[in-house]
C-alpha cells in the first residue's frame, strides 16, 4: 500500500486510482470521474466523502469507523466496507444524497471471529426533492466461533420519485455450500479458506491491498 496519513483534507480532482492510510479525522473531496480509492483506515475515526461523479471507493478496517458520504452533483458512488474483528466495534455508513440523479451502492462485507461483537450501521437519506436518486444497500456479516453480530439497515425516504433498497445476512456460512465443497473433494479448511477470501473479493483488487486482506484472512484461519 503507498502509506499517506492523512489529518485534513485531500482533494482529488483527476481520475485514477489512488491508495490511502488514514490514522485520523479526514475530510476527502473526490471532484472527478473514474476514480478508484482504495483505503486502510486503522484507530477510530469519522470519515467524510465529498463526492462528484462516478467513483468505487474500498476501505479495510479493524476498528469503529463512521463514513459520511455525502453525494453531490452527479454522484455515483460504489463503496465497499470490509471488516474484521475479534473485538467490539462498530461501522457506520451514512449516505447522503444532496443532489437529485445520484446513485449510492453500499455494500458492507465483514467477519467477526473468536468473541468479537459486530455492529453495522447503515443509512441512507434521501430529501424531498433529490429525484431519481437509487440508494441501495447490501451487508453481511460471517459469524465465527462465538462471535456475535448486528445488522441495522435504514433507509430515510422522503421523495417519493426515488429507488431505495436493503439486504441484510448475519450468522454463519450456509452448511449446504460448505457440504457442496467437500462433496467436491475440498477439505474444510479449504473450504473455509474459499469462502472467507470469496466475502471480500467481489472485484479484482490491486494486489497489494489484497495482500494485506489475505494476511488478516491467515490470522483467522490459523488461530
Excluded: W
Amino acid at each position: 500500500m503507498n502509506n499517506i496519513l492523512l489529518d485534513s483534507t485531500i482533494i482529488y480532482d483527476k481520475e485514477g486510482t489512488y491508495k490511502l492510510t488514514l490514522n485520523n479525522n479526514s475530510t476527502i473531496n473526490i471532484n472527478n470521474s473514474n476514480i478508484k480509492l482504495y483505503l486502510v483506515t486503522k484507530n477510530d475515526i469519522n470519515l467524510t466523502i465529498n463526492i462528484k461523479g462516478k467513483v468505487e471507493i474500498y476501505n479495510f478496517t479493524k476498528n469503529n469507523i463512521t463514513v459520511d458520504l455525502n453525494l453531490l452533483e452527479k454522484a455515483n458512488v460504489e463503496f465497499y466496507q470490509m471488516t474484521i474483528t475479534n473485538n467490539n466495534t462498530t461501522n457506520i455508513l451514512n449516505a447522503y444524497h444532496k443532489s437529485k440523479d445520484t446513485i449510492s451502492n453500499l455494500i458492507c462485507n465483514g467477519i467477526s471471529y473468536d468473541k468479537g461483537n459486530l455492529k453495522f450501521i447503515v443509512n441512507g437519506y434521501v430529501k424531498k426533492g433529490m429525484i431519481n436518486s437509487i440508494c441501495n444497500q447490501t451487508s453481511r456479516i460471517i459469524n465465527l466461533d462465538d462471535a456475535k453480530s448486528m445488522i441495522k439497515p435504514n433507509l430515510f425516504i422522503e421523495e417519493f420519485d426515488s429507488i431505495a433498497n436493503h439486504s441484510a445476512y448475519t450468522g454463519p456460512f450456509d452448511k449446504k455450500i460448505l457440504f457442496y465443497l467437500k462433496t467436491k473433494g475440498i477439505s474444510e479448511d479449504n473450504a473455509y479458506k474459499l469462502l472467507l477470501k470469496g466475502l471480500f473479493k467481489v472485484k479484482e483488487l490491486p494486489k497489494d491491498y489484497e495482500e494485506l486482506i489475505d494476511k488478516m484472512l491467515l490470522e483467522i484461519l490459523r488461530r
